[in-house]
Every structure is written in C-alpha cells, then in structure tokens.
C-alpha cells in the first residue's frame, strides 16, 4: 500500500510540474515505441528468452529550449517461455509429467524526466531519461493442467539512453526514435527476487500541438 500511495505522489507530482511548464511556451510530443524485453538476473531462471512482444508510450511536455521534458510513461511487455517435459513435485508429494509454461505480463505506469544533450531544435539530439512509478505485474505459471497465477503492482525505475533524429529541419519536432533501457523491478513470488530487465527500443515523435 505504502508503495502505491508513494507511485501515486510522485507521478501527481509530475502532473504539477508538467502544468506549470504549460505558460513555457513548449512543445507537447507523444512518443510510441517497438520495444523488445531482455530478462536479467533471476528473472532468466523463470524466462531466459527475449520478449518481442512490447511498446511504450510517453506523453511529454518539452521546455527550456525543448533541453527539458517531463511527462508520463506506460506500455507492455510480454515475456513467455515453455520448457520441455519433465517430472514436478505436487504438493501432495506425488510425482508429475508436465509441460512447464512461464506467462509474465508488465504494464509500467511512471513519472518521466528527459534531459537533452543539444538544447532547441536540431536534427540529432542525444539524450538521458529516468522514470519513476510502477507496474502492474501478471504471473502465470501452468504445469500441465495446473494454472498458477499471481498479480502485483510493484514499484519501478527507468534510467535510459537515446537520440531523437527529427525527419528534416522543417520538421524538426517529428521524427524517430532509438533507445535502450535498464527497468528496474523487485519482484519477489516463486523462487524471483526481481523482474528486472534491459529494453531496446524504436519508434515515433509525434508533435501535439
């Protein structure tokens, strides 16, 4: 609970911030993008193969010569691995011959901060970003006919690399994106201390106004 009250400060403290930028004479962007997720740490022991099933999508207010931008983060990713058949313990002690699938769905929900390295409008622009929030966590693990699931909304973090290419000078608050990503997740449920994963991504800017 602590958890969420503290998501829910943070991000409305974003939604403060991101209002009162409104008079700064800026730019508001939507930005989608391809992600693939790549499982790190324990999380491989649960699925080791990479996620291509994934997006993300930002809603940013940029200002200070477009340098500085704040806004709100979320998306999905899908992470699945079936593993071979072999014997599993029952609780009732018995032995089993299943199939083991491992569903792990995320939908993070974050306050995100963008600092650009070149500030107004410039075809390449290098940049760093963080995110702040959570996610929502789906867990499913099926042993042959036996379904386990599990749900969690768990604290996250997003610190990430990139570069905004603009389509051309006159169109210079469009254009593509190319990034990669460290998403930091604790997650603590059958034998995982953490979901943690690295993310590659590729997409749009798209000017609002």
């Known amino acids: 609970m602590k958890t969420i009250q503290s998501t829910i400060i943070i991000i409305a403290a974003c939604f403060t911030a991101f209002c009162a930028q409104a008079q700064d004479n800026g730019l508001l962007k939507l ?3 391809y992600a693939a997720g790549i499982p790190l740490g324990t999380f491989k022991d649960q699925v080791s193969n990479t996620s291509w099933r994934g997006f ?4 940013l207010y940029s200002f200070g010569q477009y340098r500085w931008a704040l806004g709100i983060s979320s998306g999905f990713q899908d992470y699945y691995q079936k593993y071979g058949r072999q014997l599993y313990k029952a609780s009732d002690g018995s032995d089993i011959s299943a199939v ?3 569903s792990i769905q995320t939908v993070p929900l974050m306050a995100k901060g963008v600092f650009s390295f070149v ?3 410039h075809i390449i622009k290098p940049y760093v970003a963080a995110g702040v929030g959570g996610n929502f966590i ?4 099926f042993i042959g006919e ?4 599990h749900g969690e909304f768990k604290f996250a973090a997003q610190p990430e690399l990139g570069v905004n290419i603009a389509f051309g ?9 190319i990034a990669a990503a460290y998403n930091y997740l604790p997650f603590n449920y059958n034998g995982i201390d ?3 994963n690295l993310s590659v991504k590729a997409g749009i800017n798209i000017p609002l106004q």
Do not use: H, M
């Open 119 to 121: 500030p107004g409008k």
């Open 100 to 102: 083991l699938t491992n």
């Open 169 to 177: 000078r006159w169109l210079s608050s469009a254009g593509v994106n």
């Open 56 to 59: 993300t999508a930002d809603i």
């Open 138 to 141: 789906t867990y499913r693990q």
């Open 31 to 33: 930005r989608v993008d």
């Open 146 to 149: 036996f379904d386990g699931s």
């Open 194 to 196: 953490n979901l943690s």
